[in-house]
Nanobody, 126 residues
Framework: QVQLVESGGGLVQAGGSLRLSCTAS????????MAWFRQAPGKEREFVAA????????RYADSVKGRFTISRDNAKNTEYLQMNSLKPEDTAVYYC???????????????????WGQGTQVTVSS
């Protein structure tokens, strides 16, 4: 069974940091583009960050540029999202996602991903 499991969410004060992890099982994800999305209450799910399987291409939503960093460790089948300078508007459920890609440099910023995690809650208090 293919699974993506997020961890690392929680409650943090504005200006603080969190590091999310997403560990994959059931198949290797070393040839997948991976990404993070988030969904705040009453809002649609939105793209946060994406990374190619060769870690050579990165994409970030404008709202998180300079504050969030996406990375991956293919040997551990895990991706990460380091979130610094958190703001109350970052409060959301964060989801990781994966999509098999032919090209090592390719990423996808839309939600056309094949595998999704269950999400982890991030709450930033003011």
């Amino acid at each position: 069974q293919v699974q993506l499991v997020e961890s690392g969410g929680g409650l943090v004060q504005a200006g603080g940091s969190l590091r999310l992890s997403c560990t994959a099982s059931g198949r290797t994800f070393s040839n997948d583009a991976m990404a993070w999305f988030r969904q705040a209450p009453g809002k649609e799910r939105e793209f946060v960050a994406a990374i190619s399987w060769n870690s050579g291409t990165f994409r970030y939503a404008d709202s998180v540029k300079g504050r969030f960093t996406i990375s991956r460790d293919n040997a551990k089948n895990t991706e990460y999202l380091q979130m610094n300078s958190l703001k109350p508007e970052d409060t959301a459920v964060y989801y990781c996602a994966a999509k098999p890609m032919t090209w090592g440099w390719a990423v996808v910023t839309g939600d056309d991903y094949d595998y999704w995690g269950q999400g982890t809650q991030v709450t930033v208090s003011s």
